[in-house]
């Protein structure tokens, strides 16, 4: 205590008045002092044992008022409160405080012999596509995490404990009980009702009740240290309905928590009741604390019971909404706008298509969301949100050798003169009397030929007959080699090259989404890959054959056909020559820097029998994907 307070406490005047009037107590007070300092100091030692309920900045606040009110009693003094010897009131226990701690798994999680399991009363079951809405709320261990705190908004309840503190002219602390009757009680003063009282206005109850006796220098602390301890049952389709232990401030989800949370498949998010004596007291939907987190405040009591009634009426949206879930609706919520509200649709959702079941007959609607929020629905119906606009503008993407963005947004309808009449391009380094498109539908028309082809490949290799057991062994071995090479041509990615440009001319085709123009790039080189043994890029020379070209590359490989040799010329169009062909010799043949010769493998005619058909896929994928597979 501050030396200003002290002052004010014992003043003179009141010293000479307390002399005065008992100055034959003397002795007797100075014994009482040290009697009341030893006391005040086991006091203190009997609170630090209770600091479960209390924060440690609490309990040295109090022990710094027992130290200060010591101090102040040590002078030869008669208070007008006669405190006597036994601090603690019939009830008080002085133990430390183990209340609000409960075992979150029952048993350590072990079973008894012959007891039933989950996993024997609810048979594993697959996963739901769309979970019910707000089912994470019981994913986690937060049962497990208390706090030792207690909301202002909690009412007293009997059994609740009360620290009160006194000093100045009175000096009194205790931990009192709240009674049967909703009282705690205090020596001289008499019993004080706080049941239903909010913890938040606890002091000032107290404090007032006090002051009715002692009107002068008397500083009053109440605390409410701990909430009640309470049992309550908690049924209904949970995992694991039964009995649980808690405090009477702990909310309903901590309690369902403790029971395993809802069961998916049966019990209601929306419909949850808290039952006292037969009534119900209070009721919590589980989607307004979800979406604005509210939650019924209540104070439980022993005996409540949390009831969570059945799934109500179910809506299922599939797709096309930022919460895909199982919602649980009211009958009076079974209308497209408060799915709406809660499923939330994604920005380019158009549309909605409904289905469900009306009058034991089928039913389907597909409607605009707009017009989807004024329609009535049914329990069980499902929900899909579609992006159903026909694009009006879309992107043209701008490779190789340009300058500026690359990407362009045309109007539907824009063809490619118009759209390189808005790309920069330099005249000195691009070479645009070869430009071409990708285009991914025609890459997936490749990848459809090439696996048609495959298919039947395969079907003509395990279908074939077989005369004898050599043949069949030999069979076998052409089967794996086939299936090697199958397996290699699935993989490869086709380019979807169009042709657009010949001999400078550039056709004025219409473009789709997503097309790629490719400006190639003006170059020297003519590049050579395939079987040959060194793969590179050669400078062009007007006067080199293709076998100067593949000799200058290393040379065929042993796998080379040199008679079916293929040239991608740089505008996309393809050709195919031999060294012996005289295809070169023509001026408007000649190779062009750019232009790309693939030496293709060759296919051993006495070990395959499909000979054709994998002749035909080798060409199909150098052509498609400019790369040689063997």
């Not at 769309?130 to 705190?149: D, K, M, Q, V």
């Not at 808005?422 to 691009?430: G, K, M, N, P, V």
């Not at 199958?486 to 990615?493: E, G, L, M, N, S």
Request: with cysteine; hydrophobic share 40%; glycine share 8%.
């Amino acid at each position: 205590m501050a030396n200003g307070e002290s002052s004010h406490l014992w003043s003179p005047l009141q010293q000479r008045k307390v002399n005065n009037s008992m100055k034959f107590m003397n002795i007797k007070n100075s014994f009482k002092a040290l009697t009341f300092a030893a006391y005040a100091v086991a006091v203190c030692s009997a609170f630090i044992n209770t600091a479960s309920a209390q924060s440690v900045e609490q309990l040295q606040q109090l022990r710094e008022r027992t130290q200060q009110s010591q101090s102040g009693a040590a002078t030869p003094s008669v208070s007008p409160l006669s405190i006597s010897t036994q601090r603690t009131l019939p009830g008080a226990s002085t133990s430390a405080n183990t209340m609000g701690q409960f075992s979150t798994q029952p048993r350590n999680g072990v079973n008894l012999p012959g007891e039933p399991t989950i996993d024997t009363v609810f048979p594993a079951q697959a996963p739901m596509e769309n979970p019910p809405f707000a089912a994470n709320l019981f994913i986690g261990g937060f049962e497990s995490e208390r706090s030792s705190g207690l909301n202002d908004n909690y009412l007293i309840a009997p059994g609740d404990k009360i620290s009160i503190w006194l000093w100045g002219a009175v000096n009194f602390s205790d931990v009192v009980t709240v009674d049967n009757q909703g009282n705690i009680f205090i020596p001289n003063i008499g019993p004080i009702r706080i049941a239903n009282t909010p913890a938040g206005s606890v002091n000032q109850t107290v404090t007032g009740k006090i002051r009715q006796v002692y009107t002068n220098d008397v500083n009053v602390y109440v605390n409410l240290l701990t909430s009640t301890p309470v049992s309550l049952y908690v049924s209904g389709p949970v995992l694991r309905p039964g009995q649980y232990a808690g405090l009477a401030s702990d909310s309903v989800l901590y309690y369902l928590k403790r029971a395993g949370g809802i069961d998916f498949q049966r019990g209601s998010f929306r419909q949850i009741d808290i039952v006292r004596n037969g009534k119900v007291v209070a009721s919590a939907d589980l989607y307004a604390f979800f979406r604005s987190g509210k939650l019924p405040e209540i104070s439980f009591k022993d005996g409540d019971t949390i009831l969570v009634h059945p799934i109500g009426n179910t809506i299922v949206v599939e797709t096309g909404a930022r919460n895909s879930f199982t919602f649980e609706f009211l009958n009076e919520e079974l209308n497209g706008g408060v799915v709406n509200y809660f499923a939330r649709p994604g920005e380019f959702a158009s549309h909605a298509s409904v289905s469900g079941i009306r009058y034991n007959k089928q039913f389907a609607r597909y409607v605009s969301v707009e017009e989807f929020a004024s329609l009535k629905l049914s329990a069980g119906d499902t929900v899909e949100y579609i992006a159903d606009h026909e694009p009006q503008i879309y992107r043209i993407n701008v490779a190789g050798a340009f300058a500026g963005a690359s990407q362009v947004m045309v109007d539907k309808g824009a063809r490619l003169i118009d759209v390189l009449d808005h790309i920069e391009a330099d005249t000195t380094l691009s070479d645009t009397q070869n430009i071409y498109l990708l285009r991914e539908s025609v890459a997936v028309k490749q990848k459809e030929v090439i696996e048609e082809g495959l298919q039947r490949l395969e079907r003509s290799m395990y279908t074939a007959p077989i005369s004898s057991t050599g043949e069949g062994a030999i069979r076998a071995q052409e089967a794996q080699l086939v299936a090697d090479f199958i397996t290699r041509a699935r993989q490869v990615d086709p380019q979807g090259r169009v042709v657009v440009s010949e001999n400078g001319e550039i056709a004025n085709i219409l473009l789709e989404p997503n097309d790629t123009i490719v400006i190639p790039e003006v170059t020297d080189l003519i590049h050579v890959g395939g079987e040959v043994l060194l793969p590179q890029s050669v400078v062009f020379n007007p006067d080199a054959t293709t076998e100067d070209y593949v000799a200058w590359a290393g040379g065929f490989t042993e796998r080379a056909e040199d008679e079916r040799i293929l040239i991608v010329r740089k505008n996309g169009n393809v050709t195919f020559t031999s060294v012996n062909d005289s295809f070169l010799s023509s001026n408007d043949s000649k190779l062009e820097p750019g232009d790309q010769i693939i030496v293709l493998p060759a296919i051993d005619t006495k070990i395959l029998q499909a000979v054709k058909d994998i002749t035909q896929i080798v060409y199909q994928i150098a052509i498609a994907a400019n790369v040689a597979t063997d």
